[in-house]
């Protein structure tokens, strides 16, 4: 597609092998934020979506430059250009007269419209992974005469694993390859194949994708790891070209384990056991070591991909398809980055919904952290940016390989927990306390045992055992007194989860005990004496449970289980209506600076406030002054105390730069304190406000990072002195829902403390999350706000009210986040 540079006028032309086969254009009206909009498709292309995406990237191009609905006229006989409009998901206001259907599409990308835009866009991925995933011929080039080659244990993989299709191999000398027949050339083939291997050097590589292209093939991996930028670059543009989806450079391979399929494409030592799994990682160690675990575990996997260096092919895709595959029951990501983590936060939290999504929280360090000029960009690690998108679209996180795999057995062998109350029982002493600390630790209960539950262990155990919770049977239990106390554990009503702590003595064998207490909640064995940090017992029937090598890997894996619970129980949440916002008003205060500064900066103090009120956040009220007796005439206005401050371009802490004056209650103080600031700052000063000092309260931050990758965060935290002292965040990805907000407020600590009772020091959460919900809709209607720092905000009883802000602003942001990908069919 391309397009005519104009803000006010242009047009889109959809291009398919040379030939134009679509149009789309706006042109501007006398109506204010409204443009006329056009659309043809050829004849022959009717039904392949080309007008679908042209409506898309039109409806961009017009938000982008500050349109806010599109307008167009269609024959009432035109049904397809009506159905392309309707298909899109744009909520629609038509009305009919004389033939003609006049069309009105607000452009608003509300959730109704990104599902749709997803649901097409992930429909276009999984057709376009079919030839990589489901390949029915594969063609590896790179193989050697060596016994021990890439390529030919990649070979070798493939026809030990069972692979059904034709399976061919390219060298040009060679007449077989790792016992397979070998051509000279990819043009020689008798067939163009689903999908190419190539493990060939690096100045090979974009040789062989052309003539890969050139014979049709469908899709590569690319094993080859050196590629410099810009061969990765050509590489690209050689697979665009010719409609290939490309897995790599510099990965490990792919595989498809499913009964039908069986295609191993990797260079692992041992094929997978099939099973229910999706893996997609970027490091080829980390996915060797998933493909055994899993194996070894009993799990199995049903898909594997190696995304190396991401040119094309990444984890959203294998999403895509995993979301439409019966075979798969549990995603594991491992990557270290996200190529757009706002598609990947909708692919996961609808595949949520399916099926367990889990990863590791990498890179949770603040080494990596830049230097910020506000509180709430300084605030903004990598890891509060993936924490929050992963808390939102339900990915269990964890922290580390160790623990990615027990909590995998425990979502595949078990139940989900229906509350947070866990029953521990042990015949091995303080292995007993270790467990309890564990529980707590990952956010579980230790609960009280019932009276009746206590008698019936009482009943069951040696006189000398322990029956409050953790229940100690001491080692003298023999295995039919453990069994029966299990199951009693596991039927008690007060009970949602067993932790069974045991070794295996003269007089009892844990492992049955367990198996035949598993039967509707989560039961899990720990054995302090196993070597693995996670193994499975099993009847070698449907019953397994996992069993931990230490008290801490069942807790974590079980408080997984609990969040899991939760997160689906959650309700999905509401986005904010507000009425009555200024929303031109703020756009021309930033559309105003920028035009003065284009390279961005930090709004005047008086602007920043403006800009709040724009958006009905409560703002101390104040006023800028140009002298002295302005200043004293404002506090006479507002009503003493009032604070007087300086607005200098560069200072974050005012109180510690001089510039902020408080509690000043007469004239002649609020005289002396203006002349004072002006003294001092001279030429630096950019002005001076005077505001009302704000009632007695609890101090909070919230402020907007705008993130390059994964768009604005909103982040809460504590306020005022001790916004850097105690670092205590929270974060919340944009746009924010009702309970979005409500949660990210909540996940302050001392918030929610006070917010539960009541007296002097009671804070209103709701006051709070109704700030965040306001700032979360700014930042989305003027995406120039790179930070937003509200520190503080005075928060009490009766609601919340901004006393200081900063914010600073960057040219607008090209590019559309949600903008689908053209992909080869």
């Avoid at 204010?32 to 022959?44: C, E, I, P």
């Avoid at 990682?281 to 070894?296: E, N, T």
């Avoid at 997984?560 to 703020?586: D, I, K, Y």
Wanted: proline share 6%.
């Amino acid at each position: 597609m391309c397009a005519k540079q104009d803000a006010r006028h242009r047009a889109l032309l959809a291009v398919l092998g040379g030939e134009i086969v679509g149009a789309a254009g706006y042109e501007a009206t006398d109506r204010a934020g409204v443009a006329d909009a056009a659309l043809a498709v050829a004849d022959h292309v009717h039904g392949r979506g080309v007008g679908t995406l042209l409506l898309e990237y039109l409806a961009s191009l017009a938000r982008e430059h500050g349109f806010t609905a599109l307008q167009a006229e269609v024959l009432a006989s035109n049904h397809g250009m009506l159905r392309v409009f309707a298909d899109a998901g744009m909520r629609m206001q038509r009305r009919t007269e004389a033939g003609v259907v006049e069309t009105t599409i607000p452009l608003d990308q509300d959730d109704h419209y990104l599902d749709a835009l997803g649901e097409r866009e992930s429909r276009a991925d999984r057709e376009s992974m079919r030839l990589l995933l489901r390949a029915g011929s594969v063609v590896v080039v790179g193989g050697t005469r060596r016994a021990v080659s890439v390529g030919n244990a990649i070979l070798r993989n493939i026809r030990g694993s069972g692979y059904g299709g034709r399976l061919y191999a390219v060298h040009p000398s060679a007449a077989s390859v790792a016992d397979v027949a070998a051509l000279p050339s990819v043009a020689e083939l008798p067939e163009a194949p689903d999908l190419a291997v190539i493990a060939v050097p690096p100045d090979s590589v974009l040789q062989v994708a052309r003539a890969c292209g050139e014979r049709g093939v469908g899709a590569l991996v690319v094993i080859t790891a050196g590629l410099d930028p810009r061969a990765g670059r050509e590489l690209l543009a050689v697979c665009r070209e010719h409609g290939m989806r490309l897995v790599g450079p510099n990965c490990f391979g792919a595989a498809n384990m499913e009964p039908e399929v069986r295609l191993h494409a990797t260079f692992a030592a041992r094929a997978p056991a099939s099973g229910r799994a999706g893996i997609v990682v970027q490091s080829g160690g980390v996915g060797i070591a998933l493909l055994d675990h899993l194996s070894r575990l009993g799990i199995g996997v049903s898909s594997f991909l190696s995304a190396g260096n991401k040119l094309d092919v990444s984890s959203n895709d294998m999403l895509a398809w995993w979301e439409s595959d019966p075979e798969t029951a549990m995603a594991l990501v491992h990557v270290e980055s996200f190529g757009n983590p706002r598609k990947f936060s909708r692919l996961a939290r609808r595949l949520g919904r399916r099926m367990p999504v889990l990863t590791v929280l990498a890179g949770r360090s603040a080494s990596g952290q830049r230097a910020a000029a506000s509180h709430t960009a300084a605030a903004v690690t990598p890891a509060l940016t993936t924490e929050a998108l992963f808390r939102q679209a339900g990915v269990t996180a964890t922290r580390g390989i160790g623990e990615l795999v027990g909590t995998a057995a425990l979502f595949a062998l078990q139940p989900l927990p229906t509350g947070p109350r866990v029953a521990i029982i042990t015949n091995a002493g303080g292995a007993g306390v270790l467990a309890a600390d564990a529980c707590a630790d990952a956010g579980l209960e230790v609960c009280e045992l019932r009276p009746e539950t206590r008698s019936e262990l009482e009943r069951l155990l040696p006189a000398d055992a322990a029956c409050a919770n953790p229940v100690d049977t001491t080692p003298s239990a023999r295995t039919d007194q453990l069994r029966a106390c299990l199951e009693s554990l596991a039927a008690a009503p007060e009970v949602d989860a067993v932790i069974a702590i045991m070794v295996r003595t003269a007089l009892a064998d844990p492992a049955p005990t367990v198996l035949a207490a598993a039967r509707g909640k989560p039961v899990i064995a720990v054995a302090p004496d196993q070597a693995e940090a996670v193994t499975v017992l099993s009847t070698g029937g449907n019953g397994a449970v996992p069993s931990y090598g230490s008290p801490e890997g069942a807790a974590v894996a079980l408080g997984h289980a609990w969040e899991r619970t939760r997160w689906l129980a959650r309700p999905t949440g509401t986005p904010p209506a507000f009425a009555g916002l200024a929303r031109q008003q703020s756009a021309r205060i930033v559309r105003d600076f920028l035009a003065q500064w284009p390279e961005g900066g930090w709004l005047p103090l008086h602007q920043a406030m403006e800009l709040l009120e724009c958006y009905s956040i409560p703002v101390a009220p104040w006023r800028l002054v140009r002298n002295a007796g302005e200043a004293a005439r404002a506090a006479r206005e507002l009503g003493v105390p009032v604070a007087l401050k300086a607005d200098v371009a560069g200072v974050v802490h005012k109180k510690r730069a001089g510039a902020l004056r408080l509690d000043l209650s007469g004239a002649d103080r609020v005289r002396e304190a203006y002349d004072t600031v002006t003294e001092l700052f001279r030429e630096d000063l950019r002005g001076v406000v005077v505001q009302a000092m704000a009632p007695r309260g609890f101090e909070v931050l919230l402020g907007v990072a705008q993130q390059p990758v994964f768009g604005p965060l909103v982040v809460c935290g504590l306020g005022g002195t001790y916004t850097e002292a105690l670092r205590t965040r929270s974060a919340r990805l944009a746009p924010l829902t009702d309970l979005d907000a409500a949660e990210l407020v909540r996940s302050v600590r001392a918030i929610r403390e006070l917010g539960e009772h009541g007296g002097e020091d009671a804070v209103d959460p709701a006051a709070l999350a109704d700030m965040a919900l306001r700032l979360s809709w700014l930042t989305e209607d003027l995406p120039e706000v790179a930070e937003l720092d509200m520190n503080p905000v005075v928060a009490g009883a009766s609601g919340a009210v901004c006393v200081d802000v900063r914010v600073r602003l960057t040219a607008r942001p090209h590019g559309d986040p949600y903008l689908r990908a053209l992909r080869p069919f």
